[in-house]
């Protein structure tokens, strides 16, 4: 069965930095991303590694995506992080190489999600 569980959220401040892990089980995932809701908004993308890696351009610069294949993780390392920052981050996967990798329906997987908040 297909799992992917994230960790690594929790209070920050302006400025600060935090790393989310998401580790991947039940099958292979060519396709992983990052997506952020914030109370009261719509689930947004963060950052994408399939085909391309690829970034909103609110967090370009500031956020990286990695993954290591042999610990099946996903990580998002988020550094000057903004009050704006602050949402229930989800980690998300695919098995395909996903072009279109900004749009939530490119992925057939998802954690549970991890609060992230960052203080003023």
């Known amino acids: 069965q297909e799992q992917l569980v994230e960790s690594g959220g929790g209070l920050v401040q302006a400025g600060g930095s935090l790393k989310l892990s998401c580790v991947t089980s039940?099958?292979?995932?060519?396709?992983v991303g990052w997506f952020r809701q914030a109370p009261g908004k719509d689930r947004e993308f963060v950052a994408a590694?399939?085909?391309?890696?690829d970034y909103a351009d609110s967090v370009k610069g500031r956020f990286l995506i990695s993954r290591d294949n042999g610990k099946n993780t996903i990580y998002l390392q988020m550094n000057t992080l903004k009050p704006e920052d602050t949402a229930v981050y989800y980690c998300?996967?695919?098995?395909?190489?996903?072009?279109?990798?900004?749009?939530?329906?490119?992925?057939?997987?998802w954690g549970q999600g991890a609060q992230v908040t960052v203080t003023s």
């Open positions: 039940g099958r292979a995932f060519r396709t």
């Open positions: 998300a996967a695919d098995p395909q190489f996903r072009r279109a990798t900004t749009y939530s329906h490119s992925y057939a997987y």
């Open positions: 590694l399939s085909v391309n890696e």
